[in-house]
């Protein structure tokens, strides 16, 4: 009970040892002081709340938002002092926004408990008590004996013991894991592999040790002690052993393994990682904003309450004979006293601060995120791939985009590999119709006839067709035809009906390209591997397999060739193998191999190394030492490694091309017209990554190249900083670009940040080649935090660039070839480099827009509320008496004003977004967080000001001294006040104030939509209807009702009316004429650009409106068009405005930049005719 309390309220006990020991089938030793470990059960927790702890966690994390706990903070100080307003105008609202919030959250979360429902609930079978049993998911414990079968998936972690092979190895795929859908082979150890039924698991003997569960899918620790005849023998565990949850079975029958990490310990679930809370500028101008208001507060309720005891000096307003204290007032402390009317102020002035602020602000980020998933631009047809959104809270921030870090392979290019160039002993040759020519020969040799390789050429394309872990995929002979595995075929196996599978696009490419020629990899089956030469066949014996890293960038393999020789294969990279070669044309094969960087192909490094008896038996003793190590066994390994790896004899090289994907040159283009700096960010060598720079635009053929190359020392890389800085200093013309390798950056990085940085700044584009993944997070992150903190974008495919797109501000994963690591990581993700450019330039473009008008309407509307209220106070001897009724503070934000910015703020376009994209240069306007400068936020504060005293003197001086009109034509005099009171003035007040600031962003809006016109004047009709229903009747369950016929008799006054109408249009005609002066005689760029005539082309219909662009007229067209002739939106053609870029929303298909733009981004404006 005590252990299902501390699960509920998310309490997990650390681990008490660095390992962990786990006995198969639960057969724990039978010696009475032995206490078992204690392990989480198999359960998958994705849920953030339970049943016990919703309410008081979700509270928790609600009033860590300082705008809700200051009005927790104002609601109870309207409970414990007598305020003059009742505590339901701040508890309300509180409220509403805590309910709506917490519903939110608690449906997703519902969602989230019925996934891993279905999850948890899954049937599986475990060996238990000599039998198969059938048990539910969940209820799977560590040391379970688990059989799962063909197309299933591991629901747990699972030790391989065995499989219906003889070998015991299996064959899986990742792809809900990293994305990978190449097939991986697992193997299991020999003294468990001939275990294949219930019975003999059941009396297997044996125990796991391994470490402790962690988060990285690509390493795990073990051994297994098994028990044979009294005898223990121990074998290594590691990643080729293990079966993680979620990877499926794949051309393999059936396999049992023990289940070694369950639950939330499995490597999945604790890749289930939060990523650090990312937070837009946007929202830090908006707290500021929050804080200079609370200011202005805290100003006005402290300047009130002195107003308030200055004028109560005198006697006779201190205590009026209307207003006698009782003893208890006059013997009150004066601090006490003066501590409670500042509070009473505090409470009358709050709603300057807007409460519904950040629910709307959620609601608008939340719903605004779906156009980037519907907009059919951001569609790739070929792999089915449509944009998608892991973050809605930084959708403005796409709009603010000054630098992007891009990775090449992958990103920029398709990582599609294509065997174009190959060196062999000093020799180059190119592949032409599946044969190897030598540079400079033609293919003479008749077709048809056997090409003829001497020695070393065939050594070279057998160490490329056996150094590699490609796998090979072909129909089983008991697979039905049409059936089975997606990539079998009908006549089973046969070499030339074969499948390659490779997690590295490299690797498959040398495979088929060495098959083409005609050394064919045909079968690995367990430690066998087999090709044939020219359709000979051979058999090598896997002795040990020398993994690739990223830190060694090599792999090796060591194999027993037909003859019974020992040789190592090793291929990698030129920097990691040429330095650790005796032999071979050395010097020849690096210039070949930098001829090959030059024409943009990704090069590898072939070496062999044969061993004698002797040294093999040395070489598989330091092996199998580092990989049995329990501790420290990476570093064990990796001194193995490069104890073996060393004396090579080279080979040759290989040149690989990897294809530029569409239209990545118009998109950097786009962005560099945009003023987004683009770094690209590389392991490649730099030769390659110029090359490709130079083939996608990212360099200039014209541009100056600077280097920053293979410095080896503090001292040398400074000097070069300097030299580099002096230069660019004297050219002021010519663009610069500049390479660095990884070695001279980490020496940049370490003492010369400034001097780094102020070379960079001064260059157009930046590529760093030779980098490592933390090295890409290094050089964003020192661009973050840079004196000009510029918003960064860090965009890529692989698990390399994952800590590159964490630390940027906005990361966006490619989903391409290398996984999904990248995708799952991001805030956004997009399938092709090139959907960038619309993504910032136009989405970017709108959502900033968009919140930045929000925001600020918010504040200038909470001014234009509570500034009367302010005034009001000079008028009533700062009595504290309250302007507006109860109900209409409690409703102004909620529901008289919130729905015409909130689809403002989901629908606005200032630009078409044709012209957005043909015109990158519009981002300019928008950049540097412009349209929230602390100038742009004091003309909406000044105007608020504004505003509000125009509708409080203006209703004063029309109505507060002249006879009143009523409605049947009488003038009363005497009984003026009787009609005209402090409730009638308010409602006054309060009605020129919901009309101003609904009609003030009519003002503001560009793109009308059917929606647009419905809040809009719904809104304002809402608040007369309301107020008729809320005054014209008695209601039963109110203790009060201040109100009753106010507004009716208001509205029957014919003088309330003119003033109305007055006050609105001394409010509004500044600002329009302010518009008008603007547009025609200082018109910014986006204007001029808002005039530009948007593609014709066909319409569609009403119901497809509801998503896509469309021509055509609004239903309320005529004072939409008055509106917008006004602020020079339109030309006044006959009854109706014209095809402009604000009515034309049309698809075309005649676009430079993007082709068949099919954006699906906001309501249309609904020709009548056609509806």
């Known amino acids: 009970m005590l252990r299902w309390i501390r699960q509920q309220l998310g309490f997990d006990p650390p681990h008490q040892s660095d390992t962990r020991t786990v006995y198969v089938a639960n057969r724990f030793p039978q010696h009475g002081h032995y206490v078992p470990q204690r392990f989480a059960d198999n359960r998958i927790i994705s849920s953030k709340y339970t049943i016990w702890n919703f309410v008081p966690k979700n509270l928790f994390e609600q009033f860590r938002r300082i705008a809700n706990f200051y009005f927790l903070i104002i609601f109870l100080v309207q409970l414990m002092i007598d305020t003059p307003t009742s505590p339901v105008t701040s508890g309300l609202p509180l409220f509403f926004v805590i309910t709506v919030t917490a519903i939110k959250q608690g449906y997703e979360d519902w969602l989230r408990h019925k996934a891993d429902n279905e999850v948890n609930g899954a049937p599986v079978f475990v060996v238990r008590s000599g039998s198969l049993v059938q048990t539910r998911s969940k209820n799977i414990r560590v040391g379970d004996i688990v059989r799962v079968a063909k197309d299933e998936t591991f629901p747990a972690d699972l030790a391989l013991l065995s499989s219906d092979r003889v070998d015991g190895t299996c064959h899986i795929t990742t792809a809900s894991l990293d994305g990978e859908t190449n097939l991986k082979t697992n193997y299991s150890v020999a003294e468990t592999a001939e275990c294949q039924s219930v019975s003999q698991l059941e009396a297997l003997q044996a125990v796991v040790e391994c470490q402790q569960p962690e988060a990285d899918l690509y390493r795990f620790v073990g051994r ?30 059936e396999i049992f393994g023990v289940a070694i990490y369950t639950g939330m310990e499995s ?19 908006m707290n500021t904003f929050l804080i200079i208001y609370l200011g202005i507060l805290l100003f006005e309720a402290v300047l009130s309450t002195i107003l308030k005891y200055a004028w109560q000096a005198e006697d006779k307003w201190d205590e009026p004979f209307y207003n006698q204290k009782t003893e208890q007032e006059r013997n009150s402390s004066p601090i006490l006293k003066f501590i409670s009317d500042f509070l009473a102020f505090l409470v009358l002035y709050n709603f300057i601060i807007p409460i519904s602020l950040y629910v709307t602000v959620e609601m608008q980020k939340f719903l605004g995120s779906f156009f980037i998933g519907w907009d059919l631009d951001l569609y790739h047809e070929e792999s089915d791939q449509k944009a998608q959104v892991n973050t809605s809270d930084l959708n403005e921030e796409l709009g603010q985009v ?3 870090f891009t990775d090449k392979t992958g990103t920029l290019t398709e990582n599609e590999m294509h065997f174009r160039e190959c060196s062999i002993s000093g020799v180059k040759y190119r592949e032409v119709n599946g044969k190897l020519v030598p540079e400079g020969m033609s293919d003479d040799s008749p077709d048809g006839s056997t090409p003829h390789l001497i020695g070393d050429e065939l050594l070279f394309l057998q160490a490329v067709s056996l150094c590699h872990t490609v796998q090979i995929s072909y129909e089983q002979p008991d697979c039905p035809v ?13 070499s030339s009906h074969m499948e390659y599978y490779a997690s590295s696009p490299d690797e498959k490419a040398l495979v088929e390209a060495a098959k083409r020629i005609g050394v064919a990899f045909t079968r690995c089956s367990g430690d066998t591997l087999e090709i044939k030469t020219f359709g000979k066949s051979e058999k090598y014996k896997l002795l040990h397999l020398l993994e690739f890293d990223a830190d060694r960038r090599r792999m090796s393999v060591i194999l027993q060739t037909p003859s019974g020789g020992k040789v190592l294969f090793t291929k990698g ?9 005796t032999s071979g044309e050395i010097e020849k094969t690096r210039v070949h191999v930098d001829e090959f960087a030059m024409k943009g192909l990704r090069t590898l490094v072939v070496a062999c190394r044969h061993f004698s008896p002797e040294e093999y038996i040395d070489v598989d003793k330091h092996l199998t030492a580092a990989r049995t190590a329990l501790q420290q066994r990476e570093e064990k390994l990796q001194e193995a490694f490069d104890y073996i790896e060393r004396d090579l004899e080279l080979l040759g090289a290989t040149g690989v091309e990897d294809k530029l994907q569409d239209k990545v040159q118009e998109t950097i283009e786009a962005l560099r017209l945009a003023g987004i700096k683009v770094w690209v960010l590389t392991g490649d060598k730099h030769e390659t990554a110029v090359s490709v720079s130079l083939s996608c635009g990212h360099f200039h053929r014209t541009m100056n190249i600077l280097e920053l190359l293979q410095q080896r020392s503090d001292n040398e890389c400074a000097e070069q900083l300097r030299v580099l800085a002096r230069r660019i200093k004297e050219d002021h013309v010519i663009q610069h670009g500049l390479v660095v390798d990884g070695a001279s950056l980490s020496l940049a990085l370490r003492e010369h940040e400034k001097l780094f940085m102020e070379v960079c700044k001064n260059c157009s584009a930046v590529l760093c080649c030779r980098m490592a993944p933390l090295q890409k997070a290094k050089v964003v992150r020192l661009f973050k935090t840079s004196p000009e903190k510029p918003i960064t974008l860090a965009i890529g495919d692989g698990a390399n660039d994952v800590s590159m797109i964490q630390e940027a501000h906005v990361g966006i994963g490619i989903m391409g070839k290398e996984g999904r690591q990248a995708v799952r990581n991001s805030d956004y993700a997009i399938a092709r480099f090139k959907f960038l450019a619309k993504l910032l330039l136009v989405h970017g473009h709108f959502y900033y827009i968009r919140i930045a008008t929000l925001v600020q309407y918010f504040f200038y509307k909470n001014v234009c509320f509570i500034t009367p209220q302010f005034l009001y106070q000079f008028f009533c001897l700062f009595s504290q008496q309250t302007l507006y009724d109860s109900v209409y503070l409690t409703l102004y934000n909620i529901c008289f004003t919130s729905l015409p910015i909130l689809v403002y703020s989901l629908f606005e376009q200032l630009v078409h977004p044709h012209v957005l ?17 602390f100038r742009t936020f004091l003309y909406w504060t000044l105007l608020g000001f504004c505003h509000a005293f125009i509708f409080f003197f203006g209703s004063y001086i029309l109505m507060g001294e002249d006879t009143t009109l009523m409605g049947n034509g009488q003038i009363l005099r005497a009984n003026r006040q009787l009609m005209f009171g402090n409730w009638t003035f308010g409602t006054l007040v309060f009605t020129v104030m919901v009309i101003t600031v609904t009609l003030k962003l009519a003002l503001e809006t560009h793109f009308w939509t059917w929606m647009n016109h419905f809040v809009t004047w719904g809104s304002i009709a809402f608040y007369f209807i309301f107020s008729l229903f809320y005054g014209g009747i008695i209601w039963p369950f109110l203790h009060t009702q201040d109100m009753y016929f106010v507004f009716v008799q208001l509205l029957s006054s014919g003088s309330a009316w003119f003033a109305i109408i007055i006050i609105i249009i001394t409010c509004l005609f500044p600002d329009v004429v302010k518009k008008v002066f603007y547009r025609h005689l200082r018109p910014t760029s986006t204007q001029t650009s808002q005039s530009l005539p948007a593609p014709q082309t066909q319409t569609l219909s009403c119901v497809e409106s509801l998503c896509c662009y469309q021509h055509g007229q609004s239903g309320c067209s005529r004072l939409a068009c008055l509106l917008e002739q006004m602020t020079g939106r339109c030309q006044a053609s006959g009854n109706h405005c014209p095809a402009s870029s604000r009515s034309n929303r049309s698809w075309s298909d005649t676009e430079n930049l993007y082709s068949n733009d099919r954006s699906i981004l906001t309501l249309s404006p609904i020709e009548a005719t056609n509806c």
């Not at 030129?574 to 650790?580: D, G, M, R, V």
């Open 573 to 581: 990279a030129e920097s990691a193998i040429l330095p650790f070669t």
């Open 917 to 933: 994209q043909n015109k990158p240069g519009l981002y300019r306007d928008i950049s540097k967080n412009s349209l929230l400068s």
């Open 402 to 404: 000054e630098y992007v």
């Open 224 to 253: 297994i002690t098994v028990t044979q005849h009294g005898e223990e023998i121990v074998r290594p565990l590691g990643q080729e052993n293990l079966l993680l949850r979620g990877a499926r079975l794949k051309n393999t029958r």
């Open 482 to 494: 049409g059936g089975g595995d997606p990539f079998s075929h009908a006549n089973g196996f046969s």
């Open 267 to 285: 490597k999945m679930a604790l890749n289930y990682k939060c990523k650090s809370q990312k937070r837009s500028a946007v929202e830090k101008s």
